[in-house]
């Protein structure tokens, strides 16, 4: 691997990290359990427009482990990772087949599939059923932040073009 | 054209999920016995009707403690030690359709069913 893309690699962790952990420290907007903006999907759908599947995935992995280190804990963790894989796993095969500027559609995808995968772990670790009644409006939320993350990652894809320009040859390479 | 077809599958969504969330936000379980579960296993069962003057108490697990407080009004959490403090704003347990949570505690306060079959469905 280049020196440069693990520079790369490397910033995006660390601003995924920082927002990961910035964002955990605003009290929920909404006394849902489980709800939370998820601006760092924004990285995540960042590093899937601009490096393979697998370095963006292993972007994911990392800040989710250093993020429970840094506030969640161990609980934090397992929601966190769950829901991160099965919002990977449904962003990752898509996302070539829209446009950038239909980032936002990908995002609620992925939001939603974060939700679903957060809830069934909630359910398997507290073992109360009713707790799925929550996914109606974890889903109802998750469009609305759906939407607002992708509009943020589209703006900063089309605002870092020149970079990534500068970046690409390196990059590939 | 597809970018339509998301915004209305989108839209009906939330207009769907919305006014669901509104229904089950109201929705009361008529009930009186509460189980307080922890770690998926219930730790205290109480009968609500019973309850002549408020108390409270604390469960404390693995992560943290809650404490949990029981009037003429209900169950609810009025003190946690956990980072989002979701369960204390939950407020007064109203429905097993909106059970009071605390994801990092893994702690859950429901109604037991008429039946009493939760358990059958659990374990």
Same mark, same amino acid.
Not at chain 2, 56 to 82: L, W
């Given at each position: 691997?280049?020196? $440069?893309?693990?520079?790369?690699?490397?910033?995006?962790?660390? @601003?995924?990290?920082?927002?990961?952990?910035?964002?955990?420290?605003?009290?929920?907007?909404?006394?849902?359990?489980?709800?939370?903006?998820?601006?760092? /999907?924004?990285?995540? +759908? *960042?590093?899937?427009?601009?490096?393979?599947?697998?370095?963006? *995935?292993?972007?994911? &992995?990392?800040?989710?482990? +250093?993020?429970?280190?840094?506030?969640?804990?161990?609980?934090?963790?397992?929601?966190?990772?769950?829901?991160?894989?099965?919002?990977? =796993?449904?962003?990752?095969?898509?996302?070539?087949?829209?446009?950038?500027?239909?980032?936002?559609?990908?995002?609620?995808?992925?939001?939603?599939?974060? /939700?679903?995968?957060?809830?069934?772990?909630?359910? @398997?670790?507290?073992?109360?059923?009713?707790?799925?009644?929550?996914?109606?409006?974890?889903?109802?939320?998750? &469009?609305?932040?759906?939407? *607002?993350?992708?509009?943020?990652?589209?703006?900063?894809?089309?605002?870092? /073009?020149?970079?990534?320009?500068? +970046?690409?040859?390196?990059?590939?390479? | =054209?597809?970018?339509?077809?998301?915004?209305?599958?989108?839209?009906?969504?939330?207009?769907?999920?919305?006014?669901?969330?509104?229904?089950?936000? $109201?929705?009361?379980?008529?009930?009186?016995?509460?189980?307080?579960?922890? #770690?998926?296993?219930?730790?205290?069962?109480?009968?609500? $009707?019973?309850?002549?003057?408020?108390? %409270?108490?604390?469960?404390?697990? %693995?992560?943290?403690?809650?404490?949990?407080?029981?009037?003429?009004?209900?169950?609810?959490?009025?003190?946690?030690?956990?980072?989002?403090?979701?369960?204390?704003?939950?407020?007064?347990?109203?429905?097993? *359709?909106?059970?009071?949570?605390?994801?990092?505690?893994?702690?859950?306060?429901?109604?037991?069913?008429?039946?009493?079959?939760?358990?059958?469905?659990? #374990?």
């Amino acid at each position: 691997m280049k020196t $440069k893309k693990l520079v790369f690699m490397a910033i995006l962790l660390s @601003l995924s990290l920082a927002i990961y952990v910035l964002e955990a420290q605003i009290p929920p907007i909404l006394p849902i359990p489980g709800f939370k903006l998820g601006l760092a /999907n924004v990285i995540t +759908l *960042f590093a899937l427009c601009t490096l393979k599947k697998s370095e963006a *995935f292993v972007i994911l &992995v990392m800040r989710i482990i +250093l993020g429970s280190v840094f506030s969640g804990g161990m609980s934090a963790f397992l929601y966190s990772i769950s829901g991160g894989i099965l919002c990977f =796993m449904t962003e990752a095969p898509i996302i070539v087949k829209f446009p950038r500027r239909q980032l936002w559609i990908i995002s609620v995808l992925g939001a939603a599939a974060h /939700n679903a995968g957060q809830v069934a772990t909630a359910f @398997l670790i507290t073992k109360t059923p009713y707790i799925i009644w929550y996914i109606i409006p974890l889903t109802a939320v998750s &469009v609305i932040t759906g939407i *607002f993350v992708g509009m943020i990652a589209a703006i900063l894809l089309s605002h870092s /073009n020149g970079i990534l320009k500068k +970046l690409t040859k390196d990059i590939d390479a | =054209m597809r970018a339509k077809i998301f915004t209305v599958i989108f839209a009906a969504v939330l207009i769907v999920c919305g006014a669901a969330s509104l229904y089950i936000m $109201k929705h009361k379980t008529p009930a009186s016995i509460v189980l307080i579960k922890s #770690d998926g296993k219930v730790v205290r069962r109480i009968d609500l $009707k019973a309850v002549t003057r408020p108390y %409270e108490f604390e469960v404390k697990a %693995e992560y943290g403690y809650n404490r949990i407080y029981i009037d003429g009004d209900g169950i609810r959490i009025t003190d946690a030690d956990c980072p989002d403090k979701i369960c204390i704003r939950h407020g007064v347990l109203k429905s097993n *359709f909106s059970p009071i949570v605390c994801l990092p505690h893994k702690l859950t306060v429901i109604f037991e069913n008429a039946d009493g079959n939760i358990d059958a469905v659990t #374990d």
